[in-house]
T-cell receptor
């Protein structure tokens, strides 16, 4: 149980285009999802917290107009990187938690974004 | 959010028991301790979670002293496939709000044949 999927697993795009990454909780309902970014040889950095039906909460230094997050249902959150640039190239990872009693965050497999 | 401190790296031979200790001096009353394993280009994988004393599952044990200011992840008889980065995190559960986990630098475990 507690499986989180991401789509796509990797994407290559041209500078200036927008890319959407999906995060799904497959076997549980996730009231909260988180988005992280990880650069090579570094740890995960939290970007934003996404609660179903409400606006996402962004960490300091993360541009909310550039990284659009939508959590329209209890099983799906999307991250859209708008007007992507090469410096946005990174490994994007989502996690989900069900919000029931003792909770655990379960992570997706990640999405490798390369902006040319 | 409690900050954690772990050794940057550890080496071990196959078949040995590996203990990775994490310090979290500022852990709050509501915080749980969770350990994750991450392989390159993959998302972190949940290993074990605990609040106090000892927790054991099919892959690891977690030892937490009474003051909860540290914890030790114990991996019995490691194999080459256990080579990965291990993260110790502390955070609140949904009982007090869905607090995101803040990742430290983790411990890079290298298992040698």
């Amino acid at each position: 149980g507690a499986v989180v999927s991401q789509h796509p697993s990797w994407v290559i795009c041209k500078s200036g285009t927008s890319v959407k990454i999906e995060c799904r909780s497959l076997d549980f309902q996730a009231t909260t999802m988180f988005w992280y970014r990880q650069f090579p040889k570094q740890s995960l950095m939290l970007m934003a917290t996404s609660n179903e039906g409400s606006k996402a909460t962004y960490e300091q230094g993360v541009e909310k107009d550039k990284f659009l997050i939508n959590h329209a249902s209890l099983t799906l959150s999307t991250l859209t990187v708008t007007s992507a640039h090469p410096e946005d190239s990174s490994f994007y990872i989502c996690s989900a938690m069900s919000g029931v009693v003792t909770d655990t965050q379960y992570f997706g497999p990640g999405t490798r974004l390369t902006v040319l | 959010l409690a900050k954690t401190t772990q050794p940057i790296s550890m080496d071990s031979y196959e078949g040995q028991e590996v203990n990775i200790t994490c310090s979290h001096n500022n852990i709050a009353t509501n915080d749980y301790i969770t350990w994750y394993q991450q392989f390159p280009s993959q998302g972190p994988r949940f290993i074990i979670q605990g609040y106090k004393t000892k927790v054991t599952n099919e892959v690891a044990s977690l030892f937490i002293p009474a003051d909860r200011k540290s914890s030790t992840l114990s991996l019995p008889r490691v194999s080459l496939s256990d080579t990965a980065v291990y993260y110790c995190l502390v955070g609140a559960t949904s009982l007090s709000g869905n607090t995101p986990l803040v990742f430290g630098k983790g411990t890079r475990l290298s298992v040698i044949a």
